[in-house]
């Protein structure tokens, strides 16, 4: 079963940074969007931010993360990155990434139901 990987989550203290990466297979590197969402136990699974990968340019935050996560793509490795600075207890969460291979406008969905394959999951701690 073909999906997408991530890893560089663990256990961090308040004001630390991690890095997260996501490595696909070619045909789930998507040229439309990919997105990292993040769930808590109990809680629906909400995006913290998406790039058009096409157009690099086009990158959405949820309020929560603005100012201190960055979202970015190495085209030729089909991997997406996360970096997550000024990391808090409440950005404690699994994070998963996702890719959508559906072309559905120059905006990327914003729910887990716009996105198709998904990875397993890392898991981020912050105490």
């Known amino acids: 079963h073909v999906q997408l990987v991530e890893s560089g989550g663990g256990s961090v203290q308040a004001g630390g940074s991690l890095g997260l990466t996501c490595k696909a297979p070619?045909?789930?590197?998507?040229?439309?969007?990919m997105a990292w969402f993040r769930q808590v136990s109990g809680r629906e699974r909400e995006m913290v931010a998406s790039m058009y990968i096409a157009d690099q340019s086009k990158q959405y935050y949820s309020d929560s993360v603005k100012g201190r996560f960055a979202i970015s793509r190495n085209i030729r490795e089909h991997t997406l990155y996360l970096q997550m600075n000024d990391l808090k207890p409440e950005d404690t969460a699994m994070y998963y990434c996702?890719?959508?291979?559906?072309?559905?406008?120059?905006?990327?969905?914003?729910?887990?139901?716009?996105?198709?394959?998904w990875g397993q999951g890392t898991q981020v701690t912050v105490s």
């Open positions: 070619k045909e789930l590197f998507s040229i439309y969007c």
């Open positions: 996702a890719s959508d291979l559906s072309f559905r406008g120059w905006n990327c969905g914003s729910t887990a139901s716009d996105y198709a394959h």
